[in-house]
T-cell receptor, first 112, second 114 residues
């Protein structure tokens, strides 16, 4: 069984540019989560999808971040325009039972 | 609201020595408790979890953690570490009945030396 995959693994962009991160969850997992770790700090929750619906987006930092999950399969997280403080590692996780979450390898985003 | 404290940001230890990684949490409701591990250049992996039942839980690679409700702790222990245990370890909680999100500690980097 394939795990959670994320693309790209690394992204380096300039301030003001746009970046789109992708997450493919484990097949059959209705629940998909995005988290972010800013350097040296804790991993923080961003939002939770159940199928294609946003269940909880209380962790989204501001309106420069847009998450979508069309068709309830893969998800994208777009940052537009990117700022320096957006740098960090973005993790995606999926879950079938909403208790045990399976994480992807993360996307390291560097904004210069 | 919930919070998780991992007081030790780094723990250096020699191979075959015992280790304890500390985790304390704060919550006004009952929680599930987790330890995740991130090996170098890899994603987060679930190491072990406490949902209910016995307060001592074990992983397949020799780690164990004990849920202590009175001390609101979930410390991770291993009696004898290996070089391959070098990784970053994250303690996390999620509130029972509302498991939409995990609340993580800041992580503890375990470095095992030969």
């Amino acid at each position: 069984e394939a795990g959670v995959t994320q693309f790209p693994s690394h992204s380096v962009i300039e301030k003001g540019q746009t970046v789109t991160l992708r997450c493919d969850p484990i097949s059959g997992h209705d629940n998909l989560y995005w988290y972010r770790r800013v350097m040296g700090k804790e991993i923080k929750f961003l939002l939770h999808f159940v199928k294609e619906s946003k269940q909880d987006e209380s962790g989204m930092p501001n309106n420069r971040f847009l998450a979508e999950r069309t068709g309830g399969t893969y998800s994208t997280l777009k940052v537009q325009p990117a700022e320096l403080e957006d740098s960090g590692v973005y993790f995606c996780a999926s879950s079938q039972d909403r208790v045990e979450q399976y994480f992807g390898p993360g996307t390291r985003l560097t904004v210069t | 609201a919930q919070s998780v404290t991992q007081l030790d940001s780094q723990v250096p230890v020699f191979e075959e020595a015992p280790v304890e990684l500390r985790c304390n949490y704060s919550s006004s409701v009952s929680v599930y408790l987790f330890w995740y591990v991130q090996y170098p250049n890899q994603g987060l992996q679930l190491l072990l979890k406490y949902l209910s039942g016995s307060t001592l839980v074990e992983s397949i690679n020799g780690f164990e953690a004990e849920f202590n409700k009175s001390q609101t702790s979930f410390h991770l222990r291993k009696p004898s570490v290996h070089i391959s245990d070098t990784a970053e370890y994250f303690c996390a909680v999620s509130p029972r009945g509302n498991t939409d999100k995990l609340i993580f500690g800041t992580g503890t980097r375990l470095q095992v030396f030969p």
